[in-house]
Nanobody, 125 residues
């Protein structure tokens, strides 16, 4: 089993920044595919960003390109989501997700096997 624990959410004004962390523990895979999704009330999980644990290749949803950066620290077994220039529409619960390998269908929530509990991000206008 793989455990994912997110942290770093909170309340921030529009234009501000937050950094989310996702600590990975349990069974490890050298080729993890990791991703961040977000979910607003009553909506489906929405892809934000993905990263290949082994190669560091990244992918982003168009609305966050240039504002968000996904990264990983292999020593700390942690994935980060640096969020800058936050907007009210970024408000959601943010989830970390993982699968044993990086998938070409990285933006689909259904391909991920493991999920964290989520962390709330609220951006005020």
């Amino acid at each position: 089993q793989v455990q994912l624990v997110e942290s770093g959410g909170g309340l921030v004004q529009a234009g501000g920044s937050l950094t989310l962390s996702c600590a990975v523990s349990g069974r490890t895979f050298s080729g993890y595919g990791m991703a961040w999704f977000r979910q607003a009330p009553g909506a489906d999980p929405f892809f934000v960003a993905a990263i290949s644990w082994s190669t560091g290749i990244t992918a982003y949803e168009d609305s966050v390109k240039g504002r968000f950066t996904i990264s990983r620290d292999k020593v700390k077994s942690t994935v980060y989501l640096q969020m800058n220039s936050l907007k009210p529409e970024d408000t959601a619960v943010y989830y970390c997700a993982a699968r044993p390998t990086f998938s070409a269908m990285y933006s689909r929530s259904g391909v991920y096997d493991y999920w964290g509990q989520g962390t709330q991000v609220t951006v005020s206008s």
